[in-house]
Nanobody, 123 residues
């Protein structure tokens, strides 16, 4: 009942920046939190960043703290991931996700998923 559409991925050089967007539609009032995940070649999908839909609480994994910023625009039903100082290790398919419950945000238990957008960091 919730649709998520990511955009903004692409190819960038090390040290560069990208801004990912995720537009939500459908039963958006059922969402309590939004998150960004990524899956690199040969690795499992991992949580990257999350944000509560109703307050300003944000969460990040250690490897992206200080470089990535998650934000939201409730009026546009959109979540963003500003990615700065990108490294080759950030190369992955990035997925937007939505969570219905009010439990932990830093978890794999999300209910809605986007199609993914490729981010490649290479010189």
């Amino acid at each position: 009942q919730v649709q998520l559409v990511e955009s903004g991925g692409g190819l960038v050089q090390p040290g560069g920046s990208l801004r990912l967007s995720c537009a939500a539609s459908g039963s958006i009032f059922s969402i309590n939190a939004m998150g960004w995940f990524r899956q690199a070649p040969g690795k499992e999908r991992e949580f990257v960043a999350g944000i509560s839909w109703r307050d300003i609480h944000t969460y990040y994994i250690d490897s992206v703290k200080g470089r990535f910023i998650i934000s939201r625009d409730n009026a546009k039903s959109t979540v963003y991931l500003q990615m700065n100082s990108l490294e080759p290790e950030d190369t992955a398919v990035y997925y937007c996700a939505g969570k219905r419950s009010g439990g932990l945000i830093m978890t794999r238990d999300y209910d809605y998923w986007g199609q993914g957008t490729q981010v490649t960091v290479s010189s």
